[in-house]
């Protein structure tokens, strides 16, 4: 069974341009959602999506938005990007029955903003 | 708001020797709680979790972890370090129902022979 998958995994954007990034879950998993990883503020929550509608958001500017299309393989953009946008964007998915459920994660993608 | 707060940013053991990460939360709900391993350049891979029932879990490559409500905690042991154990881990937490994790900010792990 393929993991969560994500791509592209290394990038590299200039200030104010913008990027996407792509997320397949698990076979069957409907919620996916996304964290953003830097060494100053650790792991934080960007949002969760589940049937195509965000449940979840975290304390993220209007910069990062993100989809899910009707077959759960997700994106998230981030606009106008900024030094501080560099990080590893870590996409992760579930069957979404409950908290109890165990969350997998992808490889990451690794942004770096210069 | 639920939060994880992982005592000691690295821990360093030898080889063999007995492994303790600690991790104590703090969440207004009966919480789960998760620890994941991150080996460099990788994402998250779940090493245990608990949600309700027994308060000692195990989990893959020997680590196991023990709820204690009273004491807020959930640390994670290994009784003898090996080299491959050398990584980054995380403790978190969620609240029932929602898939959304609050990492704690994560615990080094070195093993020297």
């Known amino acids: 069974k393929a993991g969560v998958t994500q791509t592209p995994r290394y990038l590299i954007k200039t200030r104010g341009q913008q990027v996407t990034l792509s997320c397949s879950p698990i076979?069957?998993?409907?919620?996916v959602s996304w964290y953003q990883q830097t060494p100053g503020q650790g792991l934080q929550f960007l949002f969760e999506y589940f049937s195509e509608t965000q449940r979840n958001k975290g304390n993220f500017p209007g910069r990062f938005s993100g989809r899910q299309f009707s077959n759960s393989r997700s994106e998230m953009n981030v606009s106008t990007l900024e030094l501080g946008d560099s990080a590893l964007y870590l996409c992760?998915?579930?069957?979404?029955?409950?908290?109890?459920?165990?969350?997998?994660f992808g490889e990451g993608s690794w942004l770096t903003v210069v | 708001a639920q939060s994880v707060t992982q005592l000691g940013s690295h821990v360093s053991v030898s080889e063999g020797a007995l492994v303790l990460l600690r991790c104590n939360y703090s969440?207004?709900?009966?919480?789960?709680l998760f620890w994941y391993v991150q080996y460099p350049n990788q994402g998250l891979q779940l090493l245990l979790k608990y949600t309700t029932g027994a308060t000692l879990v195990k989990g893959i490559n020997g680590f196991e972890a023990e709820f204690k409500k009273s004491e807020t905690s959930f640390h994670l042991t290994k009784p003898s370090a090996h080299m491959s154990d050398a990584a980054e881990y995380f403790c978190?937490?969620?609240?029932?129902?929602?898939?959304?994790?609050?990492f704690g900010t994560g615990t080094r792990l070195l093993v020297s022979p």
């Open positions: 978190a937490v969620s609240d029932q129902g929602f898939q959304k994790l609050v």
């Open positions: 969440s207004s709900v009966p919480p789960y």
């Open positions: 992760a998915s579930s069957l979404a029955t409950g908290g109890r459920d165990t969350i997998y």
């Open positions: 076979s069957g998993h409907r919620s």
